[in-house]
């Protein structure tokens, strides 16, 4: 499975971003995905996920009621729609994904992954 994410940017705090991962090389109906994100410095951290065949979501508590994670079966494309960026928002942000009926919230149970995409909210 190949994935590119895209959508990064610098914007300023209380602004919007989405981002896109694109997924290709498989059907996706038992499949899920995720977002994680680096921030400079820390450790990379989960954001949001979503089953593809179901469209369930999972998402992190500090993105809860800001971040949407959604999926375009058609384009084979997963977006994060970002609202009311922060500055500790900033980082790399990786999409992920593997084969599975059950959303993970760990990096270690992702099996495909694509390039990072950096996202910069400026205070």
């Known amino acids: 499975v190949q994935l590119q994410a895209s959508g990064g940017g610098l914007v300023q705090a209380g602004g919007s971003l989405r981002l896109s991962c694109a997924a290709s090389?498989?059907?996706?109906?038992?499949?899920?995905m995720g977002w994680f994100r680096q921030p400079p410095g820390k450790e990379r951290e989960f954001v949001a996920a979503i089953f593809w065949g179901g469209g369930i979501t999972s998402y992190a508590d500090s993105v809860k009621g800001r971040f949407t994670v959604s999926r375009d079966n058609a384009k084979n494309t997963m977006y994060l729609q970002m609202n009311s960026l922060k500055a500790e928002d900033t980082a790399v942000y990786y999409c992920?994904?593997?084969?599975?009926?059950?959303?993970?919230?760990?990096?270690?149970?992702?099996?495909?992954w694509g390039q990072g995409t950096l996202v910069t909210v400026s205070s």
């Open positions: 992920a994904g593997r084969a599975g009926s059950a959303i993970r919230r760990y990096d270690y149970d992702y099996w495909d």
């Open positions: 090389g498989r059907t996706f109906s038992n499949y899920y």
